[in-house]
């Protein structure tokens, strides 16, 4: 499965694309289309400190790029991309019709990418002693 996302970096690039066109739509896209109004956010579960809607959003986006990407430069640079893009769309929101700034979803941003690459440098570090 792993063979197939690095072959494939399509997939993650395609996801990236919409996930920003999702995040610049000047309201929310899913729930205009869910709802009919875009002014209605869908929520997956509730939110605690962070967003949990950002959180599960960044923590799939993170974990499709660690599935892509294998080379150390590669890593280093998907790691920058994560921390850059979930602190620069949430800002977006700023100037966006219909949208708003709120640190619960740059935190949630932040939090799921950071999660991750907990996660991996944990797996790499068991991958090692396994050898």
Partial sequence: MIKFFSKYKLIFYSTNLFLIFLYLF???LVGWLLYGDKRIQPQITSDFIISSNHFYVFIMISILGFLTFKI???I???IIYLVLLSIILEVFH???PDRSFQWSDLFGNLFGV???IFL???INKYELFKK
Avoid: A, E
């Fill in 114 to 116: 950071v999660i991750v």
């Fill in 26 to 28: 000047p309201g929310s």
């Fill in 72 to 74: 150390k430069n590669q």
């Fill in 76 to 78: 280093k640079t998907l």
């Fill in 94 to 96: 700023l100037f966006i």
């Fill in 120 to 122: 991996k440098k944990i």
